[in-house]
């Protein structure tokens, strides 16, 4: 296998085939500002869906659709009864999404296979590109529910029964679609896992970095938290016989910012959500609602984290006449990464001479679900701004070249070289 | 005069009859909370207003409505040479409101002069009671219009011109309800200004004191703060990269209310709007924009606290990449009252026996303009926990008489008594 790595380091995707291919995928569902809107399971899905199926077979591969529509677009290796090296992410994108979120990894997959193709390589086990059905989450709840359900996290009937805003099941938006396949959704042997996805965060463009070599995600926790006080008149209530809430809630929205401080290098705090009422001018605020969003790379920081939020809570009681409720709502556990895989990732990289630095992932993909049943890691490599999301969501295609350069070596450490051809 | 003055120490208001003509007042706009909802200029308005102006000529008050529907109910003096004492409020509401607000003054008035009648007591100077025109600026802005209009703080073409959410302008909705006066709106020589008044705050209740001797207003100086970020994935995102604009927001709500504490016993700082984008959970927000109503009861303090709100603002700026922007939108100036108008209040409670303390308002009141061109004080008194502009809105009947009693002994005082009959 040795010989094999060192004559793969002279192997090339081709980056100009693989950036047509996400402008061509780009059209469909493309907005007047440059991103695209391609919400899960609907017609604009199943033409993307259609696109990369049609490309998959032909270069050759086999296709499967699994019950919750996970496409798996399979290479053979020589020796097919090994498990197969996966990779893949998702096509679907919020409502403003961009070109490069989740598409960027199917089609780094699918160059990959063309390359191959291209260069008449034999692996070893055989590849598959992985489309993961409704990473977003924007118009069926949960998130990540294809490979959620692919790892167990969630059963399939109750993922097949929930409902979008127009009352239309997953169930029934998969028929109407085409894609309610018959293969089970249901993980198998799987030698590793390799998803390549822009960074959504700004580490790398920062550092100058081009790749990031992903260590594994950040473990959330999610909170409600409620502070009850008494709304008054502006005017004539002295300070010191008020009850403000949001007085209250700028303390609490400090000491998210603190506990996070306090647990670096990983631990994120965040309060994105604010509802304040009766939110008048003149009106001393008499209720405010807020999300707080910790995050940690291990689940003993986390808790500590957890521990410091409700100390925040006991002691603003505490020092008020305000009541404080706090809920969590989500939790996920932090997801370390594989080591072997991890370090097929490094090895890449070193090998092509791209600066890379060590990253764990601040929001989930569906590698995050996959890590629990595959040996799994991810390639990151920068976009513009650290932003996603968005419209204008940006990569430079010497970075979607870098990143699936290094998808490519990873994968064939991973899958073995059987023969190569030229 | 002192001897008449002690003469009318045994002299009482009908609390009972007050009262009455209180809850009748209110089955007009009555909400099913027990609230009131009878917004300037409508036909519940027009209701209101014939209600008083018949209850007024009941007792023999010759009526004048001005070009802003202000109405002048007059009880002649034995000398009609002599300026009137000018006592009333206004009896439109918020459309949430209460039963007190407003009405209470202009009813109380009614019935200092119901008292004078009963007693056969004839004043030196005119007494008038005065309905102020869209005192709250629910409908129209802007608020205290009629009051305004008196004073010269508004001219009176651009009011009529003001138009409601319909586009009804206030000329317009005048004439539809009958109330379009052609007394020229401006004012004369007044001898006193007297207001009577829910405290709409707390102290009193604190203090379980009946009687508040307002000896002025405080000054108001309104913000409009927008604090721009960046928004950014709340996962992928490290702090120290962070540009939270929400954060940043709370640092300044805890800056406002510092500089109101620093600027005791009147300042007043406060925080009561608040937009927050995008607002979603695990956003880190990228742009805020909230309202700073600072209150002092002098010019000196006001500047003083402006003063450390736009160091606040500087500070915040120099420490972070965030931009900061700041707009005044609203200055009244702090408006002491007069003395021997204060202190005939201040007598009155005394005379009577009730506990009084010297309050500053905290709200705006018809009575802070007419200060500008009458001698002028209000007159407090409790209301249930400090809470008005509310449908649970509600005082006491006892405070209610207690605070008529105090406003016929106040007003008797600047009247002066000519004779009196039993």
Not at 81 to 86: A, E, F, G, I, T
Request: proline content about 5%.
């Amino acid at each position: 296998m040795n010989s094999s790595l060192s004559a793969s380091a002279t192997l090339h995707i081709n980056g100009d085939r693989l950036w047509q291919s996400l402008m061509s995928l780009a059209k469909i569902g493309a907005t007047p500002k440059g991103g695209v809107c391609r919400l899960a399971l609907t017609e604009l899905d199943r033409q993307g869906r259609d696109q990369f199926v049609q490309w998959a077979k032909d270069i050759g591969c086999s296709i499967r659709i699994d019950e919750i529509g996970n496409i798996f677009a399979r290479r053979p290796g020589r020796n097919n009864d090994l498990p197969p090296v996966l990779t893949g992410s998702h096509i679907d994108t919020q409502p403003t999404g961009g070109k490069f979120d989740g598409n960027y990894g199917v089609l780094a997959g699918l160059e990959v296979l063309r390359t191959l193709n291209d260069r008449q390589i034999r692996t070893e086990a055989p590849i598959e590109v992985v489309v993961w059905t409704n990473e977003e989450g924007s118009r069926f709840v949960p998130v990540m529910m294809g490979s959620g359900v692919f790892v167990d996290a969630f059963p399939l009937a109750e993922t097949l029964a929930q409902t979008d805003a127009q009352n239309i099941s997953v169930a029934s938006a998969l028929n109407s679609i085409g894609y309610a396949g018959n293969t089970r959704s249901q993980h198998f042997p799987i030698k590793a896992y390799f998803e390549a996805h822009i960074e959504q965060g700004p580490i790398l463009e920062a550092r100058q970095d081009t790749i990031g070599v992903v260590t594994g995600a950040l473990g959330q926790r999610w909170y409600d938290i409620t502070i009850t006080g008494m709304e008054a008149h502006a005017g004539p209530t002295p300070m010191e016989l008020r009850k403000d809430a949001l007085l209250a809630a700028a303390g609490l929205i400090q000491s998210v910012n603190r506990i996070a401080l306090t647990h670096a290098p990983h631990g994120r705090g965040t309060v994105g959500w604010i509802d304040n009422f009766p939110n008048s001018r003149n009106v001393i605020p008499g209720r405010v609602k807020l999300s707080v969003d910790l995050r940690a790379a291990s689940d003993e920081v986390l808790s500590s984290m957890d521990a410091a939020l409700h100390a925040a809570c006991r002691e603003l009681r505490a020092d008020s006449t305000l009541a404080i409720d706090i809920e969590q709502v989500v939790y996920f556990p932090p997801q370390p990464f594989h080591q072997e895989q991890i370090q097929a990732v490094r090895n890449a990289a070193d090998q092509l001479g791209f600066t890379h630095t060590d990253i764990v992932s601040g929001a989930g993909h569906d590698a995050v679900y996959l890590a629990r049943v595959a040996p799994t890691a991810m390639i990151f490599i920068p976009c513009k701004d650290g932003i996603s999301h968005n419209e204008i969501e940006d990569a430079k295609p010497e970075h979607i070249q870098a990143g699936g350069n290094v998808l490519l070596l990873a994968i064939l450490e991973q899958a073995g070289i059987a023969s190569a051809g030229s």
